[in-house]
């Protein structure tokens, strides 16, 4: 008997890839930094800003001042921008999403979340729209551990009270999510209707995972 649904954000519930983008490509644009450059750095921080050891207002004073290209308007800019960004993506979301919540709800099945996240995203989260549902939110920065490790996973499993086969996992499969989720011995389930990536590409069906392309389809395992 299904008692839980844990499900990741970005991709899943949310996308980016309906509203214009604003990663590094765009950032260094701004700050009129070497794309190159400020790529590297912004990803070499990645896991940093993943388990909260820097915040995304950290990540960027420090790019910006190795680049020569640091002011106070340029870092509240660049932050503004950024966080504008993700406050979107939930005004922008697949219209089967809330339904769905909302019916998982009715069937008196908890809701958790499993998200990889920075610190404007994490924010943008708790400040969403969405984020009433969550029995069981549990965010990588704020945890300080990230998918695919297990931790994050029993975390989750403890606070909503349940036995991992007791629990389905909704992810796109980023990060080895849906793997993990199923080692740890969840259903994990792929969501496919967000199904294209930032370069425009339909995001690769798993052969080893059932794949929902419509938010109500989850209720056949339910």
């Not at 954000?9 to 590094?24: A, D, G, N």
């Not at 896991?47 to 420090?62: A, C, L, P, S």
């Not at 697949?94 to 769905?100: R, S, T």
């Not at 975390?155 to 007791?166: M, N, P, S, T």
Request: hydrophobic share 40%.
């Amino acid at each position: 008997m299904i008692k839980a649904v844990i499900f990741d954000m970005y991709e899943t519930l949310i996308t980016h890839y309906r509203t214009p983008l604003y990663f590094s490509e765009a950032m260094a644009a701004d700050a009129g930094v070497d794309t190159g450059s400020f790529r590297s750095m912004w990803r070499s921080l990645e896991n940093d800003r993943t388990v909260g050891k820097i915040t995304f207002e950290q990540t960027i004073e420090r790019i910006l001042k190795e680049n020569d290209a640091y002011s106070d308007d340029m870092l509240s800019l660049i932050c503004k921008k950024r966080r504008a960004t993700k406050d979107r993506c939930f005004e922008t979301m697949h219209e089967g999403i809330i339904p769905m919540l909302e019916a998982i709800k009715a069937k008196g099945i908890m809701i958790g979340l499993i998200s990889n996240c920075f610190s404007e995203e994490a924010a943008a989260i708790k400040e969403s729209v969405l984020y009433k549902y969550f029995d069981a939110p549990c965010l990588s920065y704020e945890l300080k551990v990230r998918k695919p490790e297990r931790e994050i996973f029993d975390i989750c499993l403890e606070r909503l009270g349940v036995k991992a086969d007791e629990c389905l996992y909704i992810g796109d499969g980023g990060s080895g999510e849906l793997e993990a989720a199923e080692a740890v011995g969840m259903k994990a389930l792929q969501a496919m209707w967000y199904s294209y990536d930032e370069n425009n590409d339909v995001i690769e069906r798993r052969p080893h995972f059932k794949a929902l392309d419509d938010p109500q389809e989850i209720f056949s395992y339910i």
